[in-house]
């Protein structure tokens, strides 16, 4: 008899679908409550809830293009090949709870939140801004975070020494 692991790739799915849930009530929130281009702050010159559009790529490229549409469906089709082959390996690796596969996890729901906005809506609502010192990161959202933690556990994940 052969003894298989129990499977907890359905974890990995309800930790994306609560991400996209947050995403979505967050992004929702901020677009009833924040007129466009207003802002929240929330601990002041560092941190405010803003309301902008992106329809662009991460930190907005592409989103001054003279073909908005070319760009808003190549990010899609990109968008959505990269979820596809991340839900493949979710389902290969789903198995086992790893540092890789609750990255994998993340990075799955930050680009399905992501993609939704941009079929739905056109562009991503982007809220978050961070001003360190002088310096100021371009806003971003939940799933961008998502995506940004899943890529660095990844990284990290293989840089820390593997059992044999």
Request: with cysteine.
């Amino acid at each position: 008899m052969k003894f298989t692991a129990p499977r907890r790739l359905h974890w990995l799915l309800i930790l994306s679908a609560v991400i996209i849930l947050f995403d979505r009530l967050t992004k929702t929130w901020v677009t009833i409550r924040i007129p466009y281009g207003g802002a929240i702050p929330v601990i002041p010159h560092v941190l405010r809830i803003t309301h902008w559009n992106n329809e662009g790529a991460a930190f907005s490229l592409f989103a001054n293009t003279a073909s908005p549409n070319v760009v808003r469906w190549g990010l899609i089709c990109f968008s959505s090949l990269a979820a596809i082959l991340v839900l493949f390996l979710m389902v290969r690796l789903g198995d086992r709870f790893t540092m890789t596969t609750f990255a994998l996890a993340l990075i799955f729901a930050g680009a399905l939140g992501n993609i939704h906005d941009r079929i739905a809506y056109g562009s991503v609502v982007d809220f978050i801004e961070v001003h360190i010192f002088s310096y100021h990161w371009p806003d971003f959202n939940i799933a961008d975070s998502s995506v940004v933690i899943g890529a660095c556990l990844l990284l990290l994940d293989t840089m820390l020494p593997k059992k044999l």
